[in-house]
């Protein structure tokens, strides 16, 4: 296979608009409960995630919204102590109740977290570790792939010369983007952001959400901050948490200019 | 400032810096003491002679250390082989798979393990591992043995190594962040291909160092070895013939060592060069272990 | 491709948890076999009498020389090591709290020192006994014991010193106490459970080894009245009873072993305990 007829495939991009119409949600949740011994950390959970929007989890610090999306890509398994109930749709599979490999629900999901986790290896291999998990091993596919998704969040002219340094002589902002193009060479169909910004600069913050606004034509992106600027810059729909509870969601110029809630009240004034 | 006040505090800072310097010149203080003592030997051998000559007849004044540095090097691989596989798998199920409850368990098992006295795990060697070589083991490999063997003796240290290096692997596995083994996850790893990928490639120079201190630790045990290891000098690389490591040797003769001339230096230069291997060895891994817990 | 990885995640799931329980096992088996052993020949006589006449032929007695003998050096040992050691310990987390460097150097070479096989101290303190024109006695026992187990105090102590949150001494200092009060009153009191801790392992690590004193306790049957005097330890009652040809003395030093252990058993499941009492009063 030649690199030249790859790009007539499109390997790269989910097929968005044949799986599903537009308007049924990609993620469904269901009275989603989660204990950890008698702490009652998330509280009937109800939510409907639409595609290719920008989802903003908005909520002050502890209030579970990183448990949420730990849920949604069943991280929550690591924590033993952690008891899980409800369901999770993610395009129709429960993924909490399912036959399905956990590793295959995984890869439909790319994780950003509040800090980049480059994995101990060379740039190049960090966003090839995905494909080949796949089971990809033809070379020219790789390293398309490679190259293709790290220009898609900036970073190809940065580091082509030195594909084969390890990941972690980058600055944290291009780690971090090091990061997404790692995730989005699995071929997600949602990304996961837990608090992506909270670790970089002010520049380097300023590129991580351009991209998302470029990437929300491709993909479902849940973000996950604390920061409310953050979610009225990004957010196509917020949702506002407090101590477990999904208190209100929305478009976010109709959540912010009335809010219902006391909570929400609260949280914006204290937010700004 | 009260001057009685002033005065203690004088006093006390002295002594404690005192102790500080002390305790931190100790090694350089036991090596030159035992190179003192050992210090005759070397008017008529040079130190490689020593080392690498196999000719032992202390009543002619021939001192060979090698077959004893030989059968050190060989209990101590042997007792690595069995313990190094255990302790990197217990330590990554301990950290990475098991329940809290489980955790909870193994530390005073690990403990008590740690604890257990030398002469103990001897006895247990004497009761358990010697009988299991001579009658099981040996005829499997279609030898016979008396059981006392360099494979007793490998076996028994193992044991003996195990919460030592166990203690610093689960150390070593539990600064590799979450979030990394999340990273791997969450790009499709199952959990023993994100232990694969990430954990122990991450921990890689943490896990070289506690085998490299793992063997330094088996390489100068002492009572245990000697009482399952046969103490006579090797005759072949049977792992079931006895074997004679460094530890025993100066362990074994301390009776006689004042009635033959020399024989005292001799002793004291295997715990001169049984004090600057482990020291090295040490020395070195350790400075790996705290530059990794600096990051 | 996806089932193999799920035999393989099984395969390594297995292996590491056959690894873990082993451990338990282990443990197990040694006690047991060191208990079931000991049992047959433990008696009332051998932990309070001393050899008598024809003991290592069989005759009566116990191993009470070599009871007392062990916790006599040990003891002596871990006070020597407290006053070498706790005082080296504070040091380190008052007076140079603010070199980084020189504070993981010197826990560094601490750790490197932890390492030296006791044999070596063993015959250094055959050398040093020789020096100063000793004989194998209590006292030479002691100091090579001290010289073991100084380490593991400091180590030990430090290691609790260290998490003590950098405020608080500031805090004393800045109400004009002098650097010795501070180290006395607020971090000893705060690291107390530590201290208790490096006790019981310095005293454990000393009643149970055999190499250090084999040179320079000496061995005697009588229980030592001065520091000038031989001394038994029990180890190497164990040692040298396992060496008789007699089958009533080899059962005799199982029995000893059965003490040992006993003793260690306590001394390490003490050690937990109250360091867990302990750190239980402090303030966080």
Not at chain 3, 95 to 120: C, E, F
Not at chain 3, 164 to 192: D, N
Request: glycine share 8%.
């Amino acid at each position: 296979m030649s690199v030249e007829n790859l790009d007539t495939i499109n390997w790269n991009m989910p097929e968005t608009d044949t799986i599903a119409s537009e308007s049924s949600p990609i993620v469904r949740i269901n009275e989603l409960n989660v204990h950890v011994k008698d702490h009652h950390i998330l509280k009937n959970i109800n939510l409907e995630i639409p595609k290719n929007q920008i989802t903003v989890l908005l909520g002050a610090s502890g209030c579970g919204k990183t448990t949420l999306l730990k849920c949604m890509n069943r991280l929550t398994d690591l924590y033993k102590e952690l008891k899980v109930t409800g369901n999770i749709f993610i395009e129709e599979d429960d993924i909490l109740n399912t036959s399905t490999n956990i590793p295959t629900i995984r890869q439909k999901m790319g994780l950003l977290s509040q800090r980049p986790y480059p994995l101990p290896v060379s740039i190049y291999k960090n966003v090839a570790y995905g494909i080949k998990l796949k089971g990809i091993r033809v070379k020219n596919l790789i390293d398309y792939s490679v190259e293709k998704n790290l220009k898609e969040v900036g970073l190809w002219d940065e580091v082509k010369n030195r594909l084969n340094s390890p990941a972690t002589s980058l600055s944290i902002g291009q780690q971090q983007r090091l990061c997404l193009a790692r995730g989005l060479a699995v071929k997600p169909r949602i990304i996961l952001a837990d608090e992506p910004t909270s670790a970089l600069d002010p520049i380097s913050s300023k590129i991580i959400e351009n991209q998302f606004k470029v990437l929300k034509k491709h993909y479902t992106i849940i973000l996950v901050t604390h920061v409310l600027r953050q979610a009225v810059r990004l957010a196509d729909n917020v949702v506002f948490m407090h101590d477990g509870r999904i208190i209100e969601q929305g478009k976010p110029d109709e959540l912010f200019k009335n809010p219902q809630t006391e909570e929400l009240k609260n949280y914006l004034v204290e937010g700004n | 400032m009260h001057f009685r006040r002033r005065i203690v505090d004088k006093i006390s800072g002295f002594w404690m810096v005192t102790t500080m310097v002390t305790i931190l010149l100790m090694p350089v203080i036991i090596g030159v003491g035992l190179y003192i003592k050992a210090q005759p030997l070397f008017e008529h051998n040079s130190v490689w002679d020593l080392i690498s000559s196999s000719d032992w007849s202390p009543s002619k004044g021939k001192f060979g250390f090698w077959p004893f540095i030989a059968g050190s090097l060989y209990v101590t691989i042997f007792s690595f082989l069995f313990a190094a596989p255990i302790c990197l798998f217990a330590a990554i199920h301990l950290t990475q798979f098991s329940s809290k409850r489980l955790v909870q368990i193994m530390y005073p098992v690990i403990d008590v393990l740690a604890g257990l006295p030398s002469v103990i795990y001897g006895v247990w060697g004497i009761l358990v591992i010697v009988p299991l070589v001579s009658n099981f083991l040996a005829p499997i490999f279609n030898t016979s043995s008396s059981g006392y063997s360099i494979f007793a003796g490998g076996i028994v240290l193992s044991v003996m190594c195990i919460p030592y290096m166990l203690n610093m692997l689960i150390e070593v596995f539990n600064t590799v962040p979450v979030g990394l083994k999340e990273a791997a996850l969450s790009l499709g790893a199952t959990q023993w291909e994100s232990v694969k990928h990430v954990v122990i490639r991450k921990s890689y120079p943490g896990i070289i160092s506690a085998f490299g201190l793992g063997i330094a630790k088996a390489f100068g045990e002492t009572i245990a070895v000697m009482m399952v290891v046969g103490n006579s000098v090797m005759s072949s690389h049977n792992p079931f013939d006895a074997g004679y490591p460094l530890p025993a040797l100066i362990a074994n003769n301390y009776g006689e060592m004042m009635s033959i001339p020399m024989y005292d230096s001799a002793l004291m230069f295997a715990a001169l060069l049984l004090l600057v291997i482990i020291l090295a060895i040490n020395l070195v891994f350790r400075y790996f272990i705290h530059k990794t817990q600096k990051q | 491709m996806n089932r193999l990885k799920q035999i393989e995640e099984k395969i390594f799931r297995i292996i590491s948890g056959f690894a873990a329980y082993s451990l338990i096992a282990i443990l197990i088996y040694i006690i047991a076999i060191i208990f079931i052993k000991g049992f047959n020949a433990l008696s009332l006589d051998m932990i309070t009498k001393t050899p008598q006449g024809g003991y290592y032929y069989g005759g009566e007695g116990g191993v009470l020389n070599a009871i007392v003998g062990s916790l006599y050096i040990s003891i002596g040992a871990t006070v020597i090591a407290v006053i070498i050691g706790a005082p080296a310990a504070l040091y380190l987390n008052v007076h140079m709290i603010k070199l980084k460097r020189t504070q993981n150097t010197v826990r560094y070479l601490l750790d490197a020192l932890w390492g030296i096989p006791s044999i070596v101290y063993g015959s250094f303190g055959f050398t040093l006994m020789l020096f100063l024109g000793m004989n194998a006695s209590l006292l030479a026992g002691i100091i090579t014991v001290a010289l073991l187990v100084t380490p593991i105090m400091v180590r030990t102590f430090d290691e609790v010193l260290s998490t003590i949150p950098k405020g608080l001494h500031e805090a004393s200092l800045a109400l004009g106490s002098t650097r010795t009060e501070t180290a006395y009153k607020v971090l000893f009191k705060q690291g107390f459970s530590g201290f208790i801790t490096a006790i019981l392992l310095s005293f454990g690590r000393g009643i149970g080894d055999a190499a250090s004193v084999l040179f320079t306790a000496g061995y005697t049957d009588l229980i030592p009245v001065n520091l000038d005097e031989p001394a038994a330890t029990l180890p190497l009652a164990i040692f040298f009873q396992l060496g008789s040809p007699i089958p009533e003395v080899r059962e005799r030093a199982f029995a000893s072993a059965a003490i040992l252990t006993i003793i260690i058993l306590i001394i390490s499941l003490g050690a937990r305990f109250l360091a867990k009492k302990y750190s239980k009063s402090n303030l966080k």
